[in-house]
């Protein structure tokens, strides 16, 4: 089973690299981000069913292509933005077990998102608002588990 959700994962970053990302069709910032997020998304998929040398391996990807989409400037609540602290915090967690760093990668993109949520239309603010309440719930069970559950409601 891990070998075959391996291999598909495997195949899907290897056509956004090859296709996408290298023939210059993303290279603005919102899409080059989506992508780049997307390869880091295959990557944990496959690392929370890696093990040895190969989740170490795909641990790394991940980690690589997060941090290289986190590093892409959007406003804060921007969809792909929020989609993206919200998978990468849930890396943090599963993947690399530190809670802490996911706490505090979805506090400070959800309250970068709460400081701005007023000033979006309506449809942004449809956009967002399923995103953040993912965020919130995500932050309320891990502070949960540190004992401190303190997260303001849209």
């Known amino acids: 089973m891990e070998d075959?959700?391996?291999?598909?994962?495997?195949?899907?970053?290897?056509l956004v690299r090859s296709k996408v990302l290298q023939s210059g069709r993303a290279v603005q910032d919102e899409p080059r981000a989506f992508f780049v997020?997307?390869?880091?998304?295959?990557?944990?998929?496959?690392?929370e069913a890696a093990t040895g040398?190969?989740?170490e391996t795909v641990k790394q990807?991940?980690?690589?292509?997060?941090?290289?989409a986190n590093g892409i400037?959007?406003?804060?609540?921007?969809?792909?933005?929020?989609g993206l602290a919200l998978n990468f915090s849930v890396f943090y967690y599963e993947v690399m077990k530190d809670q802490k760093k996911a706490c505090e990668l979805a506090d400070s993109?959800?309250?970068?998102?709460?400081?701005?949520?007023d000033e979006l239309g309506e449809e942004e603010f449809r956009d967002a608002k399923s995103i953040?309440?993912?965020l919130k719930e995500n932050l309320s069970l891990w502070r949960e588990e540190e004992g401190n559950n303190n997260i303001e409601d849209l």
């Open 61 to 68: 990807e991940a980690l690589k292509a997060y941090t290289e």
């Open 132 to 134: 953040i309440e993912l």
């Open 4 to 14: 075959a959700l391996y291999k598909d994962c495997d195949n899907i970053i290897t």
């Open 37 to 47: 997020k997307l390869i880091g998304d295959y990557y944990r998929y496959i690392a």
């Open 53 to 55: 040398d190969r989740f």
């Open 73 to 82: 400037t959007m406003p804060p609540c921007n969809p792909i933005r929020l």
């Open 109 to 117: 993109s959800l309250q970068a998102a709460l400081d701005k949520i």
